[in-house]
Every structure is written in C-alpha cells, then in structure tokens.
C-alpha cells in the first residue's frame, strides 16, 4: 500500500502516523522524502486495511492499493489450482470438464427425472435445478421450494448424478445439507452474511458472478467463504450488464483467464443466463472451454415453451445433446 502524505504534514505528524500503522496493523513502513511531498510504501499483510479509514485521515493526500485485497482466494498466496472433490470420482478443477446441466426450476418429480436422465446419458456430470427462485417479479413462479429440494434427491437416486441447487438464505442452510453443490445465485452475490455463514460449512459453493460485479468484487465474495473456512469456492461467470440489450447480459469470457490468473479457484460458466437465448448457448459454450473454463452450467427443459422460468434460454434435451458432444470434443482436442 502506498500512503502520500499532505504537503502540510509536519515530522511528528509523518511520525505518530507512522507509529501507528505499525502498531496497529503489523507492516513495516518506508518512507520516501520528496521534495514536495512524503510517501509511505507499507510492507506486510495490508489485507484487514481499511483504504477508506487511511484516505479519511487528516494527513493523508491519497493512497493506493498495491496488492491484492484478497488474500485466500490470491493465487499468489497459493499457486497450485483448486481441485474439488464432489465424491465419487468427480472432481472439479483437475482439468477434467463438467458439465451442470437441468431445469432453470424444478417443477415436477417426472420433469426432473426425465431431464436428468437424459442429460446423464449426454455427459453432463452434475444436475442443476432451481428449488428457491429469485424472480425479479414477485408474481412469477418463486420454486417448489422444500419440495423441489425433495425432488432433486429423488433424481439424484435415480441417475447418481449430484445436484446443484441454488440458496437465498442463510437460515436454509440445514435444509441444503444434502445437497452437493450450493449455488449463490447473481443476485447474493454480495449478500455478506449468507457467504459468512456457508464459510462455517464444508459444502462446495457455485458462486455466481454479481450482475454489475467487478472481478474484484466478485473475488472479495469468495473471499469472505474462504475467510470462514470453507476454500471449496468455485466461481461461476454467468454474464454482466452492458449496455448492449441483445443479450439478457454480456458473457464476459475475458474473465475466465483473469480469474485463472488471479485465483486458484475453479471457473465454471453459465452460457444460458448469459445469453437469455438458446441457440447462443452452444457457441457461448464453446468460446468458455476455449477460454479454459473448468466447467458449464446449462439449461436444459423437456418442454422449453412452458417451462415456468427462463425457457427461452433453455436448450431441449436433444439440443444439449449436439452441445455437450460439441464441447468434449473441443475438450478433447484442446488437451
Ligand atoms: C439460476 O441459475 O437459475 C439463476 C437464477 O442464475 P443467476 O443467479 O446467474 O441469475
Ligand atoms: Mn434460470
């Protein structure tokens, strides 16, 4: 972190401040005498540093991060990839591709069980379906809720595929414990409590990227699971809003890479809400494994024209079928 000093701050004042920095936070602090203007360079763990409380000081002119503010999640801190272990032989981040694939929402035992079925035999390794739904209007289908979570295990049973489902609140938690993978959807992304209380747990979290989340912002969410305890955070690029209206959101595939670089954590990306449409789905899909995604979430529906969310972007099980063959083979020839 770099602190510069006010032209006006006097020896004791650079002094006390300097003191207590040190003391406060733990970090060695050089200083550089200009002719003008003083500068702090802090050396040390400068993560639990409010930017906000040095800019309020009356000394300081202006400061500026260096490093990182995320510390677990840094790849810098710990280069190895994350790899996740689901159980049973799935593993998320070894450079295998899964592919999360089912229902915006469940909607019905013989709806979800057919779909999982048939997304089985096209590859998919995991199954996704909504049993608590955030609709922008609180008129439309809002999930089948503690039913749909019933509903998921049953399909579960029926294909030993693992389930993905997403969570709203932190008081749910217990509900989701057998469930393998809990999603935070788009909308908590920033729903700080809900993250500090899946950090006390051990599941492995699908965090979603937020709808106008900076990379940093949406690494300080994972941050705060990680910061818990719990490191099985995998990240899910899922489209940002632009001001293009094409799309329902703009995929940001240059994230992929980026967060590659910055974190150890494993990617996976939603082609369908970023794109609102189905027959963008396969080329969206295809673009994120070449950008080295380690997985795919899809949309898949028996019966997309009255599905009762999210049907136009949801792919028929024929379609995911050429889709899934599609992006194994691009897996393929990329290794
Ligand atoms: C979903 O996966 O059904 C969902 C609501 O996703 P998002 O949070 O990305 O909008
Ligand atoms: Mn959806």
Known sequence: MIIVLKPTCTKEQQHSFANMLKENYNVKVNVWEGVHSTVLGLLGDTTSIDIEYI???????SVKRVQEP?????????PE??????GNGLKIG????????????????????EIAKSVKNS???????GAFKPRTSPYAFQGLKAEGLDLLKIARKETGLPIVTEIMRASHIDMFENVDIIQVGARNMQNFELLKELGKTNKPILLKRGLSATIEEWLMSAEYIMA???????LCERGIRTYENFTRNTLDISAIPIVKKL???PVVVDPSHASGKSWLVEPLAMAAVAAGADGLIIEVHNDPPHALSDG????TPEQFDVVAKKVFDLKNALK
């Open 81 to 86: 990839n994350t790899v996740i272990d689901i």
């Open 123 to 129: 590859g998919a390794t995991f199954l996704r379906g």
């Open 94 to 113: 070894d450079g295998s591709l899964h592919i999360m694939a089912g229902p915006c929402s469940v909607e019905s035992e013989s709806q979800i069980v």
């Open 70 to 78: 995320y510390k677990k999640a840094n790849r810098k801190f710990h």
């Open 228 to 234: 818990g305890g719990n490191s099985n955070v995998i």
């Open 55 to 61: 800019d309020a000081q009356s000394v300081v002119e």
């Open 263 to 265: 974190s150890h954590l």
């Open 312 to 315: 136009a972007q949801s792919l």
